[in-house]
Nanobody, 125 residues
């Protein structure tokens, strides 16, 4: 199993940028596919982006495509989410998640076995 810890959230003005990090420990991070999800107050958990174990393929929700970039550095056991052109609709708790390698449905939360505690992103107008 792996333990995941998010960091990098905070308060930013509309149009600004943030970089979230997800640090993995316990097992080699390259053994896992990983992704980012978010949940705003009163809404269901929403898929944001995902990346394969080797970074060879990435997946994005339509709402963030072109604005966000997911990446990973397996040598550092870390995954990142670079968020640009933020708007108030991006305000949510952001979670990183991981699952063992194999065939999977990146956008489905039930595909993931391990979750971080979340980091708050707040975008002001």
């Amino acid at each position: 199993q792996v333990h995941l810890v998010e960091s990098g959230g905070g308060l930013v003005q509309a149009g600004g940028s943030l970089r979230l990090s997800c640090a993995a420990s316990g097992r080699t991070f390259s053994n896992y596919h990983a992704g980012w999800f978010r949940q705003a107050p009163g809404k269901e958990r929403e898929f944001v982006a995902a990346i394969t174990w080797d970074g060879g393929s990435t997946f994005y929700a339509d709402s963030v495509k072109g604005r966000f970039t997911i990446s990973r550095d397996n040598a550092k056991n870390t995954m990142y989410l670079h968020m640009n052109s933020l708007n108030p609709e991006d305000t949510a708790v952001h979670y990183c998640a991981a699952r063992s390698r194999g065939n999977w449905a990146p956008q489905s939360p039930t595909e993931y076995d391990y979750w971080g505690q979340g980091t708050q992103v707040t975008v002001s107008s």
